[in-house]
C-alpha cells in the first residue's frame, strides 16, 4: 500500500528560467499538493502531459528527492524517516538509469543483485528468469555499448526488477520502444501485479493507461485532477472515454495554452 498526502516540490528557478516565466516568480511548484492511495496487487498510473509533475512525483516516492512538504508512506514505511526500508521494498526504473557501456548485461545485473544483498543463488535464479523474459539471454556476454536501444531498455528493466521488489515505480516504461519491445514489458508489468506486487506508471500515452492500469490519477500542472477507473473518470467528466476526459480536463487546466 502507498499512500501520499499533501505532497509538494517546489524548485528554485535560475536566473535565466526566471526570464522566460510568465510569473517572474522565483520558485516553480513541481506538484502542488496532491494526495492518492495505491493498493496491493494494482497497477496504478500517472497520467498527464510533460511537465505536469508525473516524474517529480515518483522521484519523491522512490525517496530520490524530498518533498518541500507532504507525506509518503510505502508498506508501513514513512519515507521522511525511514528511506533506506522504503528503498528496500521498491524498483524504479527511469529512461535516465545509465549503464557502463563495457560491461555486459550479465555482469551488470549480477552487480546489482550484490549491491541489493542477494545471495549468489538468489542472483543467478533473477538473472535467468529476467534475463529469459526479457530476451537477454543472447547478449547476456555483449558489451551494453553494442546492444540496441530497445534491449538497453529491456536490460534497465531486469536491473531494476533483480532484488524481486514488493513495489515498482516505472516512469514512462515503454517510452523509446518497439512496439513489440513495448509488448513484453506490458505483459509483465501485468504479471507482477499477478504475483501481488503493487505497480505503479507514468505516461502520457493513454493507450498504455488503458491497457495497463487498474486505477488512474490525472495530473496537471502539479495537482491531481480526478482519481478512479477509466469507469469512473468518464463518469466524472461526462466522457466516453479516456483520450477525451483527458482532453476535457486539459482544456479545463491550461485553457488558451491548447
Known amino acids: 500500500m502507498i499512500r501520499i498526502k499533501g505532497l509538494k516540490k517546489t524548485f528554485k528557478l535560475s536566473s535565466k528560467q526566471m526570464k522566460s516565466n510568465k510569473e517572474k516568480t522565483k520558485y516553480k511548484h513541481a506538484v502542488n499538493g496532491i494526495d492518492f492511495e495505491v493498493k496491493d496487487n494494482e497497477i496504478f498510473g500517472l497520467l498527464g502531459p510533460n511537465g505536469a509533475g508525473k516524474t517529480t512525483t515518483l522521484r519523491c516516492l522512490a525517496t530520490l528527492i524530498q518533498p518541500s512538504e507532504g507525506q509518503i508512506n510505502v508498506n508501513g514505511y514513512d519515507a521522511a524517516t525511514e528511506g533506506e526500508a522504503v528503498r528496500k521494498e521498491l524498483a524504479f526504473l527511469t529512461n535516465e538509469l545509465k549503464m557502463d557501456a563495457h560491461f555486459s548485461p550479465d555482469y551488470t545485473a549480477r552487480f546489482f543483485g550484490r549491491l541489493h544483498g542477494l545471495t549468489e543463488k538468489k542472483i543467478e535464479e533473477r538473472v535467468r528468469h529476467l534475463f529469459d523474459v526479457f530476451g537477454i539471454t543472447p547478449y547476456q556476454f555483449t558489451k551494453i555499448g553494442d546492444l540496441s536501444t530497445g534491449m538497453k531498455q529491456k536490460l ?60 488512474v490519477a490525472i495530473i496537471m500542472d502539479g495537482r491531481i485532477k480526478t482519481v478512479g477507473t477509466l469507469a469512473e473518470i ?6 466516453d472515454n479516456l483520450d477525451d476526459a483527458f482532453f476535457k480536463l486539459y482544456e479545463e487546466t491550461y485553457g488558451d495554452q491548447v
Do not use: W
Open 234 to 239: 468518464c463518469q466524472i467528466t461526462g466522457t
Open 156 to 215: 534497465a528493466i531486469a536491473v531494476s526488477l533483480v532484488h524481486d521488489p514488493n513495489v515498482i515505480i516505472f516512469d514512462e516504461p515503454t517510452n523509446g520502444l518497439d512496439i513489440i519491445t513495448a509488448k513484453t514489458v506490458t505483459d509483465y508489468l501485468g504479471n507482477l501485479k499477478a504475483q501481488g506486487k503493487t505497480v505503479v506508471v507514468s505516461t502520457h500515452m493513454m493507450h498504455v493507461a488503458e491497457k495497463l492500469c487498474d486505477r
